[in-house]
């Protein structure tokens, strides 16, 4: 894909990542996991500190090879039960029905078919299992969708197909899940860039 593509974008995106105002949203959604969980777009592996014990084995998958080099070095000895995959979010290469947990923090927007993605966390989750999840996405007021619709071309270019404008909360439900909890509103920065879905869902 390019030498931008697969050595400067993971790099851009552990940075911004690193944010201390994203910890607090790290920490409600990946504490709430437990069983066997599996991590769509693990990254550098940023969300590790904040599982708890009830997490049996931890399942990481992501597409970008520098990006999970980065989780290895930095996992904890002690999380013996980890497991990284590279690999896509359409395809994930686990059985139905196989997993307790599925967290998913600030990825969504960049996933290439993000409902076929989300299909595909539905068929590995148990029938008891649940979504966590943290994402950026479509905002509620006119002014500020028009921006997203604007910026999000140039944007996806420069972060590695990172959408602005996706209906985070529509294309969830359209998936097949319900949701438990759904927080929705502004975090401090740009409007067009921070307006934030969390929270939980279960497959119907």
Excluded at 38 to 64: A, K, M, T
Excluded at 112 to 131: F, I, N, Q
Aim: net charge positive.
């Amino acid at each position: 894909m390019g030498f931008y593509h697969d050595q400067i974008i993971p790099l851009l995106i552990d940075l911004s990542m690193r944010q201390q105002k994203l910890v607090a949203y790290r920490e409600r959604a990946t504490s709430a996991a437990d069983g066997r969980v599996l991590e769509i777009g693990i990254g550098s592996g940023l969300n590790l500190p904040f599982y708890s014990r009830q997490v049996e084995r931890l399942i990481g998958i992501d597409p970008s090879p520098k990006l999970l080099s980065m989780v290895r070095r930095k996992s904890p000895p002690d999380l013996k039960s980890l497991q990284l995959i590279e690999g896509s979010a359409e395809a994930i290469p686990l059985e139905a029905n196989s997993v307790d947990t599925v967290v998913t923090t600030w990825t969504l927007c960049s996933i290439p078919d993000v409902a076929c993605a989300l299909s595909e966390m539905h068929r590995v989750l148990k029938p008891t299992g649940r979504l966590l999840f943290v994402e950026h996405g479509r905002a509620p007021d006119l002014n500020v969708r028009r921006w997203q619709d604007r910026l999000t071309p140039a944007w996806r270019c420069l972060g590695g197909g990172c959408h602005l404008n996706r209906a985070i909360q529509t294309l969830i439900e359209d998936a097949g899940f319900r949701f438990e909890r759904l927080e929705t509103g502004y975090m401090r920065g740009p409007k067009a860039l921070t307006f934030m879905y969390e929270g939980s869902a279960r497959p119907q």
